[in-house]
């Protein structure tokens, strides 16, 4: 077998390979440049395959066919391999006029050797170039005045092509720099082989080198692409990073090492990205190992990791995301750092805030209604509050308070500030403890609220008033009454504030007193007081507007319903007697009546009230 057979059959075999490293690489063409990488092997295998029946061929018009055929794969691999490098270092696509221009030498080329009359502009076989001539071995083709400039063009695109990678190579870090050399050098092969064949440098013009390097190109360019996934994870990684981004942004390949970052990643890591690349992520950030290993391929996990630089402790909200391909394969992963230690200390320094407000806001809502309430003879009272629906118990206007009075009587209070917050709740103690100190001078009740309302008024804040409810209990015996001859004298007077309910022991429900007018607004008030005398069972429900001003849409609780409740709560205990079953009935009044407010509307004001059963 003579050396060019032996040669035509191993470019055969080559133009084989081709065609198998094509179809593998048409199977993983969603890496960036993979049409481009796919056009450029199938013209390499043209290329290979008709060369090798050209090389195998002794007569001229088998060859000049056969040669001609060659060329359609000659044309395409420059501007191919020139379109994947484009593709593969900038990650944008090609447009379609660059491509026309592309396609433009190559059809000039492949008409003038279609064409008889000047198929010898681009080569040409002399006659005694065959077997059947004095020279021996296949025919030669010599080259025309037109295959410089074709030679020259292809030239320029491969330098173009190799340049744009060398200079993607100056990007990559040193574990990949090292591929990516090899690819490199191997690409010069097939380049440098066709120059010395088109040159005839040497006396090496017979046979043209550049499929057969061409072969060991492809299979190091497809070994370093895609066995080592070069091709996937550097434009991809570097295609997903923005370098304007705040956030440290870190890709990582299959094994864990750091393949690129961003420019906020070298800030966050204290490196420069070269002394980056090639590291495994653990040996810098150790709180990511358990994030990566939690990591479910396709997924996007989450959690929070520290790192101490200097000294300092920061403090990261990180996320770790998979880069997959269009067949959704893991190809690499992201880990995103969002900086959160200002958020943290601000967080912290809310919360402590926070406390510190709800610590003023107990302490302030203390000072607004008694813990506990003292023990009255003969009468059992309940008070309950709820703040306004929508919040969670903040300081509100309404207030409630029970104390004993000059003379041994008690007396209890029940009010509604206008506004809420820490302003109102001041002038909420401020009317409190006033009508306190009031009730110790032995006042009567309509005296207490007007000598409040000058208090109110001697405040100076004219934005501010309220409205009051003042009861004094008697504690003395109204046997001498003709009338009376048991039970409990309750006198009230009220300052703008609802009308309390009595539930009387026949069952009914009124409404008792004269509403007057609120206090802090004028300098006379019309107040008036109205006495009770309270027979054991009976009822007297206290409560701010919060109750019948509940709202459903554009309906209110209202007086009546409220009225329903109480003779509702209190109808089944009416013949009870004795200080146990009036403080059941307290209870049960002041329950069924918040449990009903609350059922019926989650539009309220803040709800207070006081339940007194006589025993």
């Known amino acids: 077998m003579t050396r060019e057979l032996a040669l035509g059959l191993g470019l055969a075999v080559g133009g084989a390979?081709?065609?198998?490293?094509?179809?593998?690489?048409?199977?993983?063409?969603?890496?960036?440049?993979?049409?481009?990488?796919?056009?450029?092997?199938?013209?390499?295998?043209?290329?290979?395959?008709?060369?090798?029946?050209?090389?195998?061929?002794?007569?001229v018009a088998t060859a000049q066919v056969w040669s001609a055929l060659k060329f359609i794969g000659i044309v395409a691999v420059p501007g191919a391999l020139w379109v994947f490098v484009r593709q593969y270092t900038t990650r944008r696509e090609v447009s379609w006029r660059v491509l026309a221009l592309l396609c433009v030498e190559p059809l000039v080329v492949l008409a003038l050797l279609a064409v008889p009359a000047t198929r010898d502009l681009i080569h040409f076989y002399r006659p005694q170039d065959s077997a059947?001539?004095?020279?021996?071995?296949?025919?030669?083709?010599?080259?025309?005045?037109?295959?410089?400039?074709?030679?020259?063009?292809?030239?320029?695109?491969?330098?173009a092509a190799l340049g744009l990678f060398v200079a993607r190579v100056g990007r990559i870090g040193a574990p990949?720099?090292?591929?990516?050399?090899?690819?490199?050098?191997?690409?010069?092969?097939?380049?440098?082989?066709?120059?010395?064949?088109?040159l005839d440098i040497g006396g090496l013009g017979a046979v043209d080198p550049a499929p057969f390097l061409f072969t060991i190109f492809t299979f190091v360019l497809v070994w370093g692409i895609f066995r080592l996934r070069l091709l996937d994870l550097v434009p991809v990684a570097r295609g997903a990073?923005?370098?304007?981004?705040?956030d440290a942004v870190v890709v990582l390949d299959s094994r864990g090492r750091i393949a690129d970052v961003n420019p906020a990643a070298s800030t966050v890591l204290g490196l420069a990205r070269p002394a980056l690349v090639g590291r495994y992520v653990e040996?810098?950030?150790p709180d990511a190992a358990g994030l990566l290993t939690d990591h479910t391929p396709g997924g996007t996990t989450k959690g929070e990791l520290g790192l101490r630089r200097d000294g300092e402790r920061r403090d990261f909200a990180a996320s770790v995301s998979s880069l997959t391909d269009r067949r959704g394969s893991e190809i690499a992963r992201l880990l995103v750092l969002r900086d959160v230690t200002e958020r943290a200390e601000t967080e912290r320094r809310l919360l402590e805030l926070l406390q510190d407000r709800t610590r003023l806001a107990d302490t302030l809502q203390a000072g607004l209604r008694p813990r506990l309430l003292p023990a009255v003879?003969?009468?059992?009272?309940?008070?309950?509050?709820?703040?306004?629906s929508g919040t969670s118990g903040g300081v509100s206007g309404d207030f409630y308070d029970v104390h004993q009075t000059l003379g041994g009587d008690h007396a209890f209070v029940l009010g509604d500030v206008a506004g809420k917050g820490v302003h109102a709740a001041v002038v909420t103690s401020m009317a409190r403890y006033t009508v306190r100190t009031l009730s110790a001078q032995g006042w009567s009740p309509g005296q207490v609220l007007e000598q409040l309302n000058q208090a109110l008024l001697t405040d100076g804040d004219q934005g501010r008033f309220c409205t009051v409810l003042y009861g004094r209990i008697a504690q003395d015996q109204v046997e001498d009454m003709l009338d009376w001859t048991a039970g409990v004298k309750v006198t009230i007077a009220l300052g703008g504030h609802p009308q309390p309910l009595v539930r009387w022991l026949d069952g009914s429900v009124t409404a008792v007193g004269h509403p007057g007018t609120a206090l802090g607004l004028l300098p006379r008030?019309?107040?008036?007081?109205?006495?009770?005398?309270?027979?054991?069972?009976e009822v007297l429900l206290a409560y701010t507007d919060g109750v019948t001003e509940a709202r459903t849409?554009?309906?209110?609780?209202?007086?009546?319903?409220?009225?329903?409740v109480v003779a509702e709560a209190a109808s089944g205990l009416r013949a009870a007697r004795g200080p146990a079953a009036a403080a059941l009935v307290a209870d049960a009044v002041a329950d069924r009546v918040l449990a009903a407010v609350e059922a019926f509307s989650q539009e309220r004001d803040d709800v207070a009230l006081l339940a007194l059963v006589v025993e």
Request: glycine content about 8%; charged content about 15%; overall charge neutral.
């Open 525 to 537: 008030v019309d107040i008036k007081e109205e006495t009770l005398l309270l027979q054991p069972g």
């Open 17 to 59: 390979a081709y065609l198998a490293m094509s179809w593998y690489v048409w199977r993983h063409r969603a890496a960036a440049g993979g049409t481009g990488l796919v056009v450029a092997l199938l013209g390499i295998f043209v290329w290979t395959a008709c060369y090798a029946v050209e090389l195998s061929t002794d007569t």
């Open 377 to 388: 003879p003969g009468v059992r009272i309940a008070a309950r509050w709820v703040p306004a």
């Open 283 to 285: 040996d810098l950030l």
């Open 553 to 564: 849409g554009a309906e209110q609780f209202g007086e009546q319903r409220l009225a329903d």
């Open 132 to 159: 059947a001539g004095t020279l021996p071995g296949p025919p030669v083709a010599r080259p025309g005045p037109l295959l410089w400039p074709h030679a020259l063009y292809s030239w320029l695109l491969l330098i």
């Open 241 to 246: 990073l923005v370098a304007q981004m705040v």
């Open 176 to 198: 990949y720099r090292r591929q990516a050399a090899v690819v490199v050098v191997a690409s010069l092969l097939p380049l440098l082989g066709n120059i010395v064949y088109n």
